[in-house]
């Protein structure tokens, strides 16, 4: 399965791909094998439920939003390979000290942050929090403790009083959070 007319990336897209992303020539070559294997169309994009079939994701209580993500840059509701992996980019660990853009704690922080902000209006509302919370944790916690964590959060990350979470009132917040170790999946050679 996967798309049989395009089995391999020409040389030149694995090098514009691994300047972009930080990715080694193996691990790219083993994503978009796994990239073509999704594709059951053949048409060289990905669409929404083909993301949502992978099995890991699905059991991830932020699927939805995740799978989101991966649709930011796009204009039709399909990813592309290139589109694909510069969102896998963002959970690629630091290793020797070899950033990349897409995987720099800025960028992580920035993708996380958009994970919250369900809107994309910039900040992060109490109801939007609420959502989250509702969708990690489902019914295991009353609604009434979930409104009290949910305000308690939007009290002590605030720095402005504005009421909602900014992207700096964020980043401050998770300042003593090691991002690269939260935010990396570890990708085969």
Sequence with gaps: MGNKSSLFLR?????QI??????????????????TSLDRNDCGTLSREDLMRIPELAINPL???????????????RVNFRQFMNVLAHFRP???????KLNSRE?????????YDLDDDGVISRDELLSILH?????????????????RTILEADLCCQGKISFEDFCKALDRTDVDQKMSIRFLN
């Excluded at 969708?135 to 009353?142: E, L, P, R, T, Y």
Aim: aromatic residues 10%.
């Design 135 to 151: 969708m990690m944790v489902g019914a295991n916690i009353s609604q009434d403790q979930l409104v009290s964590i949910a305000e």
């Design 107 to 115: 960028e992580k922080l920035k993708f996380a942050f958009k994970m």
């Design 11 to 15: 040389n030149e897209e694995i090098a």
């Design 94 to 100: 630091l290793r020797d000290n070899k950033q990349s």
């Design 63 to 77: 699927c939805e939003r995740i799978v989101h993500s991966f649709f930011a840059e796009s204009n039709d509701d």
């Design 18 to 35: 691994q300047e972009e992303t930080g990715f080694t020539p193996n691990q790219i070559e083993r994503l978009y094998s796994r990239f």
